[in-house]
Nanobody, 122 residues
Framework: QVSLAESEGGSVLAGGSLRLSCTAS?????MGWFRRAPGQEREFVAA????????HYGDAVKGRFAISRDKDKRTVYLQMNNLKVDDTATYSC??????????????????WGQGTQVTVSS
């Protein structure tokens, strides 16, 4: 069993920045972030493989968000810049550790964090 510890989210004005982190209890193959806004379906945000650092981004965040990792700390970071009101959501960290991997598909992640709230106001 893998546990994921997410940092706290926060509240920020539109145009501002926040950074989230997620630390795993082991070193999984990949870690990612998904988000869900009220009344919306879960949406892929970003993912990264821990060894090679291959990055993937959802269309809504490309050019604004950056994912990075510290393999030794088993931690991934999500730097969110130029935040928009539409980025308001609960952000959840996920880990993939075996089997078929498709970065943007939530079903390929076996382990999930509790989720942390990010609120962007105008």
């Amino acid at each position: 069993q893998v546990s994921l510890a997410e940092s706290e989210g926060g509240s920020v004005l539109a145009g501002g920045s926040l950074r989230l982190s997620c630390t795993a209890s082991i070193t999984p193959y990949a870690m990612g972030w998904f988000r869900r806004a009220p009344g919306q379906e879960r949406e892929f945000v970003a993912a990264i493989t821990l060894n090679r650092g291959d990055e993937h981004y959802g269309d809504a965040v490309k050019g604004r968000f950056a994912i990075s990792r510290d393999k030794d700390k088993r931690t991934v970071y999500l730097q969110m810049n130029n935040l928009k009101v539409d980025d308001t959501a609960t952000y959840s960290c996920a880990a993939h550790d075996g089997g078929f991997y498709y970065a943007s598909h939530a079903s390929t992640y076996q382990f999930w964090g509790q989720g942390t709230q990010v609120t962007v106001s105008s």
